[in-house]
């Protein structure tokens, strides 16, 4: 027995549905063309052309049991596409500047120059990104396809999102411009501070053997990763992952630093004792002035972050 245009439709249709379903949705479907075509014929169209009209008005076949199932035909739904871009915009601010120090510090403790330091954590930022993308857009993915999920997820907007807060234009700009000069000084005073030794060379600040190690090249890093930060602050905007990212990428630049310094790896003491000071002093004062630093950038991280959550305000009294 030759299959008809209905036969081969419906068999189309059934093969996007789920089993247990498809006796009740044949039927439904065969009546509903049927009764379709008849309609046609009434009006004196033929058979043959009565029923291809009406198959191509329904639409693809696997489409219409996408539609019978509500089952969604694109990777990530309306319902929970904003939701997505908060969930990879939060990851990809606040992991991807951690992870840029990170694989620079790794890399320098094995031993590699600063020109594949600085190519590896490239390298490794961009796969990490990669990693995130894909599998954010995964799990959201198959969350859109059960209703269940994708109710529990789905988050329901109030004005408790209302503003999220972003680092202005100026605060931007000013950080890296401090940032940038606090690098140049410090480069300076190495190589052409008004200091000089017996022989001429230059006196810095910085310990002649921390200096020669390279060591102070993971300060760009560190450098880097705030201006990275505070630029993603300004478009992405600050929440409460920004604010944690924050708070490790503090620790993870004093701790080192402050370990130095007390142990008396940071400080050139020819520098010191050319000025007349006393560097056990300066480096009490400097750990004390980075750790107050630190809790302080700390704080306003998440001062940002909870600042999203606007006062509740009524009309009374106004």
């Not at 997820?153 to 680092?167: E, F, G, M, N, Q």
């Amino acid at each position: 027995m030759t299959a008809t245009l209905t036969d081969r439709y419906v068999l189309a249709m059934l093969r996007g549905v789920p089993g247990r379903q498809r006796p009740d949705l044949e039927r439904e479907l065969r009546a509903s063309i049927a009764d379709a075509i008849d309609d046609r014929l009434r009006d004196g169209a033929d058979a043959g052309s009565a029923e291809a009209q009406v198959l191509a008005e329904l639409g693809d076949p696997a489409r219409l049991a996408a539609r019978y199932t509500d089952r969604p035909l694109h990777l990530i739904g309306p319902e929970l596409y904003l939701d997505y871009v908060r969930v990879l915009k939060a990851l990809l601010s606040a992991v991807l500047p951690l992870l840029f120090v990170a694989a620079g510090i790794v890399r320098f403790l094995d031993g590699a120059p600063i020109g594949r330091v600085v190519g590896d954590a490239v390298v490794a930022v961009l796969v990490a990104a990669m990693h995130i993308a894909f599998w954010v857009t995964a799990v959201f993915a198959v969350v859109g396809r059960s209703p269940a999920l994708r109710e529990k997820v789905r988050t329901k907007w109030d004005v408790s999102a209302l503003p999220t807060y972003r680092i202005d234009l100026a605060g931007l700009i000013g950080g890296a411009v401090v940032t940038a000069l606090l690098a140049c000084l410090l480069v300076l005073s190495q190589t052409v501070g008004p200091l000089t030794g017996a022989a001429g060379e230059p006196i810095g600040v910085i310990a002649p053997a921390l200096w020669e190690s390279g060591a102070l090249y993971l300060g760009i890093f560190f450098a880097a990763a705030r201006i990275g930060f505070d630029l993603l602050g300004h478009y992405v905007g600050w929440g409460m992952p920004q604010a944690v990212a924050n708070a490790v990428l503090t620790v993870l630049f004093l701790v080192p630093v402050i370990w130095l310094t007390t142990g008396g790896l940071l400080l050139n003491d020819a520098f010191f004792a050319a000025l007349g000071w006393p560097r056990a002093v300066i480096s009490n004062v400097l750990v004390i002035a980075l750790a107050l630093m630190g809790l302080a950038d700390t704080a306003e991280g998440f001062r940002r972050a909870l600042r999203r959550r606007p006062t509740t305000t009524t009309s009374e009294g106004l």
